[in-house]
């Protein structure tokens, strides 16, 4: 007699970003409402790969005197990220970066997620109110809480808001010596405000916005519009490093809908490289033997030359929305990770003479069936 057993193992993967949902400070008439420096005029641009001729490809280095850049995304871009604060990252950048770009980009984005949390208490302070009398003096009226950390204060502290991940990121990127990074500063329909960082592969924007896993753009759309908040438009910032801070030049102000020209759509190629790809890493760890006859148990039948078998099926909420070929190894490594911390589940696969994936995607999710027999 042989026995079958049927194990069902679903795991929910949280990909509930932390955010900046504050409200717009309200224009004063009476006094000078702090701006960025060096704003140009708007200009919707009318693709995702284009670029804003209104700037300087060489872009600027903001003026750093006195406290207003630090109420002020696009100067802190360049007033925070100095040659000092690059120095300071050094050790972190090392530890972090791999010969592979796309590696190291995941590797920021695993260490956030487990070094750096959201601060909350920050994000509670009202939003910043900041004027500048005719005489020159600055009074912060209102949100003084809410300046934007030096990438130094974000890793001393461990903790930030959007806009210090948003900053660390890159200045973390720039001090692997990767350049440009980009950042890109929203504004949601209902009035409120996020940043995060990117970095540009092939084209592509891919957004990296505090945890795993990264995101094409029409992604991150889609995935503020479960969180209901709809991006109405953008400002993306091309920063690089210059003599002895960040230069940040404006690439262009995107509209929402823009976003959606960048949608990856996972196909059954994706899905098989996927699957080949965890069954490598098998070979390699376990010396496993793989068998897709071992398929049939999923209809309750166990293939001849087994005693037993079994079969461990994985759902990853939204995943398969998520999903993008530029990390289909990271991919990889990370779902087994996450799937080997079930202890049962570890158990069994040791256990196992044989085995075979299969990666589907239904709707958004994504599903992962181990199927494991012993000879």
């Known amino acids: ?30 006094t000078q409402i702090l701006s960025s420096s060096s704003q140009p005029s708007t200009t919707i641009i009318g693709s ?16 750093c005197e ?26 972190l950048a090392a530890e972090l970066k791999r010969e592979d770009f796309l590696w190291s980009v995941w590797n920021v984005l695993a260490w956030e997620e487990v070094w750096l949390t959201y601060d909350w208490e920050k994000a509670k302070e009202p939003s910043p109110e900041i004027v500048v009398h ?28 959007c806009t210090d991940y948003a900053v660390f990121t890159v200045a973390l990127l720039l001090a692997m010596n990767y350049t440009p990074v980009y950042a890109m500063e929203i504004n949601f329909t209902e009035g409120s405000g996020h940043a995060a960082a990117l970095v540009n592969v092939e084209g592509w924007y891919i957004v990296l916005d505090q945890k795993l896993p990264p995101m094409d753009l029409a992604t991150y759309y889609r995935h503020w519009k479960r969180r209901n908040s709809t991006i109405a438009s953008a400002k993306f910032y091309e920063v690089s490093l210059g003599e002895s801070q960040a230069r940040v030049r404006l690439v262009g102000i995107f509209s929402g809908v823009e976003f959606l020209k960048q949608d990856y759509t996972m196909k059954p190629s ?33 293939p001849q030359g087994y005693r037993s078998g079994s079969y461990w099926r994985i759902e990853y909420p939204m995943l398969g ?55």
């Open 1 to 30: 007699m042989w026995r079958h057993t049927l194990t069902v193992l679903i795991l929910s993967l949280s990909l509930v970003l932390s955010g900046c949902l504050v409200s717009k400070p309200a224009p004063e008439t009476t």
């Open 48 to 63: 995702s790969n284009q670029e804003s001729s209104i700037v300087s490809s060489e872009g600027t280095e903001a003026s």
């Open 66 to 91: 006195g406290i207003l850049w630090r109420y002020a995304f696009e100067d802190a871009l360049s007033c925070a990220i100095s040659r000092d604060e690059i120095d300071s990252l050094q050790p």
């Open 134 to 161: 005719p005489n020159g003096t600055v009074e912060v009226k209102k949100g003084e809480n809410r300046y934007i950390q030096r990438p130094s204060e974000t890793l001393k502290a461990g903790k930030g808001i």
């Open 270 to 302: 994706d899905e098989d490289l996927l699957a080949a790809l965890m069954m490598k890493s098998l070979e390699e760890d376990l010396g496993a033997k793989f068998d897709p006859d071992l398929k049939s148990l999923g209809d309750g039948e166990l």
């Open 321 to 375: 929305d998520y999903y993008h070929p530029f990390f289909a190894e990271q991919y990889a490594d990370w779902l087994l990770d996450k799937s080997m911390k079930n202890v049962e589940f570890r158990e069994s696969l040791n256990k196992s003479d044989a085995l075979w994936i299969e990666v589907e995607v239904e709707g958004k999710d994504l599903l992962i069936t181990f199927y494991l027999g012993d000879a």
